[in-house]
């Protein structure tokens, strides 16, 4: 076990991108530079507009860095100079924690009720979801006009209807993104799960046809199981099987989660 002290000291911004990919690529040059953020997330303008953090004109960069042990103030100063680079520009904070107040602090609050509004949504007959993937940097751009797109055209096929699909990238590394899209959908009462799974399935070939991975962190499951067989190489599942044989005799710990018995 590590500890680390509390954080005593704290600094966010929210940075405004007239392009999402230009707010993509100040992740990269920060996400390069050695700065490791507490918090670094972007919303596409569409996603950004759902949530009220804007007025669905721009994409929203989410910044935030803390310590226990000193001012984080310089980190905060590279980081945005970074975004300067690619078109961004921080909104104005009074508030020492910029991630409680202003776009940042908005999107935030509706990002903590979201799981809630399910309780509305599914009767009102609307499907929406949110599934994710990891993609190198090079490769990112790509990946995301080609799931979008097939997603978009999945939600028409199985509902006649044109749907919304929105982009905002939580997890940032070195070496690329986690882009989380989430779906909304116009669906038949009576068939909402079968509509639902039509649009899941064909986002899901979309993730691996376009270069992605079926799952960053969240996507481990039954659920993704077809697709995660088609990536998982057959070596890794033979030393599984083999660490689950001498650990794990009786199968008991999540069975057919990610390799059959």
């Not at 199981?225 to 044989?245: M, T, V």
Request: glycine share 10%.
């Amino acid at each position: 076990m590590r500890l680390q002290p509390r954080p005593k000291f704290r600094t966010g911004a929210s940075v405004r991108f007239q392009s999402f990919f230009g707010a993509a690529r100040a992740l990269h040059a920060i996400a390069q530079a050695g700065l490791y953020p507490s918090n670094c997330r972007i919303l596409d303008a569409q996603e950004a507009f759902n949530t009220g953090a804007a007025d669905g004109s721009v994409a929203i960069m989410v910044l935030g860095f803390e310590s226990g042990d000193h001012s984080p103030d310089a980190w905060m100063a590279r980081a945005l100079e970074c975004c300067a680079d690619h078109g961004g520009t921080p909104e104005a904070a009074k508030a020492g924690d910029a991630n409680l107040e202003g776009a940042a602090g908005i999107w935030r609050n509706a990002f903590i009720r979201m799981p809630y509004a399910r309780e509305f949504l599914t009767p009102a007959g609307l499907i929406n979801d949110t599934f994710e993937t990891a993609i190198t940097w090079d490769r990112f751009e790509s990946n995301h006009d080609k799931v979008k797109a097939a997603t978009e055209r999945s939600i028409f096929e199985a509902t006649g209807l044109k749907g919304e699909v929105t982009c905002r990238v939580t997890h940032v590394y070195p070496d690329g993104p986690a882009p989380y899209f989430s779906f909304h959908a116009l669906g038949r009462h009576g068939a909402l799960l079968e509509q639902w799974q039509a649009i899941k399935n064909a986002a899901s070939d979309a993730l691996i046809e376009a270069g992605g991975t079926i799952t960053h962190h969240h996507a481990v499951g039954r659920d993704h199981r077809p697709w995660y067989d088609r990536q998982r190489p057959g070596l890794f599942a033979a030393a599984l099987r083999a660490a689950k044989r001498e650990l794990d005799p009786q199968g008991m710990l999540n069975p057919g989660v990610l390799i059959d018995p």
